[in-house]
């Protein structure tokens, strides 16, 4: 499946009903160089909208969203050493956590990346 997007500048990509989750290059552009990366723990319940990772870079703090309701199955543990591939591979690498998706249907109301490309444009 292509890649789904959010106003908060997360993406996932899904397979079957897992999603894995990480930010844009847009986002890791607006941070500036990653320094810290916090990843949730495998097993936790999260609700769509619920601030579930923590990204920190050279110039601020910034919650990472579950753009979909469901069960974190892993957590990207190689950011603990590595956080800059976050700014090397924001859509590789550099992802955060995956999810075991409780409502695949949550998913539609997500922009895909022509809808994502015209909101960052809209930005200025």
């Given at each position: 499946?292509s ?8 993406w ?35 609700a ?6 923590v990204?920190e ?15 974190v199955?892993?957590?990207?543990a ?32 997500l922009?895909d ?8 444009k809209s930005?200025?």
């Amino acid at each position: 499946m292509s890649m789904k997007y959010t106003n908060e500048h997360e993406w996932i990509r899904v397979e079957g009903d897992v999603g894995t989750i990480g930010i844009t290059q847009y986002a890791q552009e607006q941070l500036g160089d990653v320094v810290f990366v916090e990843v949730p723990a495998v097993g936790r319940k999260v609700a769509k909208g619920e601030s579930v990772a923590v990204v920190e870079s050279v110039k601020a703090a910034s919650d990472i969203y579950a753009p979909v309701s469901g069960e974190v199955v892993e957590g990207n543990a190689a950011l603990a050493d590595a956080p800059g591939d976050v700014n090397a591979e924001p859509t590789g690498k550099g992802w955060f956590f995956k999810l075991k998706l409780s409502d695949k249907s949550e998913l539609d109301g997500l922009m895909d990346e022509a809808g994502y490309e015209a909101f960052v444009k809209s930005l200025g």
